[in-house]
C-alpha cells in the first residue's frame, strides 16, 4: 500500500519526535494543523499551522521529507513571523531566504551524517533549499543584512530580486 502525503507527514513527526536530536521539536510538531494543499509547490508555515504541497511530498524521499518537516518546525519554534516581521516587511524574499539560510545549517548540524533528514533535493541532485555554510554562527538579520548587501539593495528598499527563494 502507498501512503498518502498525510500518512507520510504523520509518519515523519512520529519518527522526529522520538529521535534524540529532534524530540525537542515535539511540542511544536504539535501546535497547529497540518493540511496537504494540491496546488502548493512546496511547504509553508504561517508561524502556527503547516501547509505541505503534495506533489512535493509525494516527490520527496523519506529523509528529505523529514528534512522539510523539521525546517517548517523550525520557523515555528524560532518565531521567524513575529520576530524578523521588520525585515520581512522591508523585503520578504531576502528575509525568508535569510532564515532558510539560519535554519538549514541549524538542521544540518542537528543531524550531520544525515541518518534522520537530509536536505531536499531534485531529479538531478541539486539542492531545492538554502544551504551556505558562509553564514555559520549568524543569525537572521545578520544574514539578510549580508544578502540585501549582495543584492546592492540599500536600507528601506522593499525591490524584491527575482531568483530561488
Not at 507527514?9 to 494543523?33: D, P, T
Not at 496546488?39 to 506533489?55: F, S
Not at 512535493?56 to 517548517?72: A, G, R
Amino acid at each position: 500500500m502507498k501512503l498518502t502525503a498525510e500518512m507520510r507527514i504523520e509518519r515523519a513527526h512520529n519518527k522526529l519526535m522520538q529521535h534524540k536530536n529532534f524530540c525537542s521539536l515535539s511540542g511544536v510538531f504539535m501546535v497547529g494543523k497540518v493540511e496537504v494543499i494540491d496546488d502548493l509547490p512546496t511547504a509553508m508555515t504561517n508561524g502556527r499551522d503547516v501547509y505541505y504541497g503534495r506533489r512535493f511530498t509525494d516527490f520527496l524521499p523519506e529523509k528529505q521529507l523529514n528534512f522539510v518537516v523539521v525546517h517548517e518546525a523550525m520557523h515555528k519554534s524560532l518565531r521567524h513571523l513575529t520576530v524578523w516581521q521588520d525585515i520581512a516587511e522591508e523585503n520578504p524574499v531576502l528575509a525568508n531566504a535569510a532564515m532558510d539560510y539560519v535554519i538549514n545549517l541549524m538542521i544540518v548540524e542537528m543531524d550531520p551524517r544525515g541518518e534522520v533528514v537530509e536536505m531536499p533535493r531534485d531529479a538531478d541532485g541539486t539542492l531545492l533549499g538554502l544551504y551556505d555554510t558562509k553564514y555559520k554562527d549568524m543569525d537572521t538579520k545578520q544574514v539578510y543584512n549580508l544578502l540585501k548587501k549582495e543584492a546592492g539593495q540599500k536600507d528601506g528598499e522593499s525591490n524584491c530580486p527575482t531568483g530561488k527563494e
